[in-house]
C-alpha cells in the first residue's frame, strides 16, 4: 500500500513537473538557432482541413524551429486543438509557442496592402489589383461589366466609383474584397457630402456631383485650390457655359493620347469634349479621393469663371475674360 501511494505521489510530481516544464517552454521566444536570438518574421500558410499533428508539422516545414509534439499537446491541454483557423499567417519576433497558437486559433492572419492613388483610372487599378502578389485573383479574366455584377454594382460603367487609399487584407484573400471595400468607402464619402451639400448647386444625382469630384481631381493636385476650382465648374455649369477642361478631353482620347494636347483634339468631338459639348461629361474620368469629394459639393463661393496655371502647382483665378487673358499672357506666355 505504501508503495502505491509513494508511487501515486511520484506521478503526480511528474506530472506537474512536466505540466510546469510545457508551461515554462509555452512563454518562452521560440529562438533562431543562435542562442539568446529570437527568430525573426517568418510567413507560413496552415491549409484547410489540417489536423492538428498535420498543423504542427506544417509550422516546422515553413522552418520555424518549434517542437511539434509539445505544440500540438500544449493545443490539446489547452483545449485548442479544434480551434485553429487556416490562412496564412506571419510569425513576428518574439514570439512564442503560446502566442504563436493564440495567434493561429484567433485567425490572425498576416496582412498585406494595396495602395490605389488619387486621380488613377480604373483600369490603372485594376492594373495593380492584377500584379499584387498577396491577393486570390479572382477577376483577372472579368470584363469590367462582369466585375460590377460581382460586387452588385448597378452602375454600367465603373469608372470613379472605388475610392482611393491603402487597403490591408489578409493574405490570398480574393480580390473581390478590394473591389466591395473600395466601393463601399466611396459611397460612404459621397453620400456624406451629398447629405450636406449646398442645396443650390447644379446637381440632380450624387452621381453628377461623383463625376464634378473626378474632374477636380484631375485639375490640380493642390489642395488649397480644389474648393475654388469646383467653384469655377460649378458657376460655368450655372451659367450655361462649356466646362472646357482639358482631362476630360484626354480621358475621351483614351490609348489616342501620347502626352500631349492639340488644338485638333480640343475641336474633336468625343462624348468628353467639354471643348465641344456642354455640361458634365457622361462618366467620371478618375477616382477621386474625399478632398476632391468634398470641394464638389462644398465649394467655394466666388464668381470666378476661368483658371490658369502659374506654373508652381497653384492656379490664378479670374471672373472675367480680359482678366483671365492677362493671367494667361503672364503665365503661359511669360508676358507681363
Known amino acids: 500500500m505504501y508503495f502505491l501511494k509513494k508511487l501515486l505521489l511520484s506521478c ?3 506530472m506537474l513537473l512536466a505540466g ?3 508551461l515554462f517552454w ?3 521566444p521560440i529562438q533562431s538557432g543562435v542562442p539568446g536570438v529570437s527568430y525573426q518574421n517568418v510567413p507560413f500558410t496552415i491549409k484547410p482541413g ?9 509550422i516546422v516545414a515553413a522552418g520555424i524551429p518549434v517542437n511539434a509534439e509539445l505544440l500540438t499537446l500544449l493545443a490539446r491541454i489547452t ?4 480551434k485553429i483557423k487556416a490562412g496564412s499567417y506571419e510569425l513576428k519576433s518574439g514570439a512564442t509557442p503560446k502566442t504563436l497558437l493564440r495567434q493561429m486559433v484567433l485567425g490572425q492572419f498576416a496582412q498585406e496592402s494595396l495602395i490605389i492613388i488619387e486621380g488613377w483610372t480604373f483600369k490603372q487599378m485594376r492594373t495593380a489589383i492584377a500584379a499584387n502578389p498577396g491577393l486570390k485573383h479572382d477577376t483577372i479574366d472579368l470584363t469590367d461589366a462582369q466585375l460590377l455584377a460581382k460586387i452588385s454594382i448597378k452602375e454600367k460603367y465603373p469608372e470613379g466609383l472605388f475610392f482611393p487609399d491603402t487597403y490591408l487584407f489578409a493574405k490570398g484573400a480574393s480580390d473581390l474584397q478590394i473591389y466591395r471595400q473600395a466601393n463601399t468607402t466611396l459611397m460612404a464619402h459621397l453620400n456624406e457630402a451629398w447629405s450636406k451639400r449646398d442645396a443650390s448647386l447644379p446637381y440632380k444625382t450624387p452621381y453628377e456631383a461623383l463625376i464634378m469630384a473626378s474632374i477636380v481631381e484631375k485639375e490640380t493636385g493642390k489642395k488649397a485650390d480644389r474648393n475654388t476650382i469646383a ?3 460649378i458657376n460655368r455649369l450655372k451659367a450655361g457655359m462649356m466646362l ?3 482631362p476630360t478631353v484626354i480621358y475621351g482620347m483614351g490609348a489616342l493620347y501620347n502626352g500631349n494636347i492639340s488644338k485638333r483634339d480640343l475641336q474633336t468631338d468625343t462624348a468628353y469634349n467639354t471643348y465641344t459639348r456642354i455640361g458634365l461629361p457622361p462618366t467620371p474620368i478618375a477616382l477621386p479621393g474625399a478632398e476632391s469629394l468634398r470641394a464638389a459639393l462644398a465649394p467655394a463661393n466666388t464668381d470666378s469663371l ?3 496655371a502659374r506654373g508652381d502647382g497653384s492656379s490664378q483665378f479670374s471672373s472675367n475674360l480680359d482678366d483671365h487673358n492677362r493671367a494667361v499672357n503672364k503665365y503661359i506666355r511669360g508676358g507681363n
Not at 489540417?50 to 506544417?58: E, F, V
Not at 483545449?79 to 479544434?82: F, Y
Open 12 to 14: 503526480i510530481l511528474l
Open 20 to 22: 510546469a516544464g510545457l
Open 26 to 28: 509555452a512563454t518562452q
Open 50 to 58: 489540417s489536423h492538428l499533428r498535420s498543423t504542427a508539422d506544417q
Open 79 to 82: 483545449g485548442q486543438a479544434g
Open 231 to 233: 467653384s469655377v465648374f
Open 244 to 246: 472646357q477642361t482639358d
Open 306 to 308: 476661368y483658371f490658369v
